[in-house]
């Protein structure tokens, strides 16, 4: 199952995922883009994430802050 937000660091070992397949809030159809954290072209606060379910048309935006 492909519907989830694997996170990794710098070196490319694994570090910790979230969401699930489904419908609702944090879960995932098809997670086809991200941008966000600490890239400084992000859309909003620091830290936000953006992720893109292609599979349902749709941008959820996660705050960690």
């Given amino acids: 199952n492909n519907a989830r937000v694997q996170i990794f660091d710098l070196d490319g070992s694994y570090l910790d995922e979230f969401g699930v397949s489904g419908s609702n809030f944090g879960e995932f159809s098809g997670p086809g ?4 954290g600490k890239d400084p ?3 909003d606060q620091p830290g936000d994430l953006f992720i893109v379910d292609s599979s349902r048309g749709k941008i959820i935006q996660f705050g960690f802050n």
């Fill in 33 to 36: 883009g991200i941008t966000g």
């Fill in 41 to 43: 072209n992000a859309l």
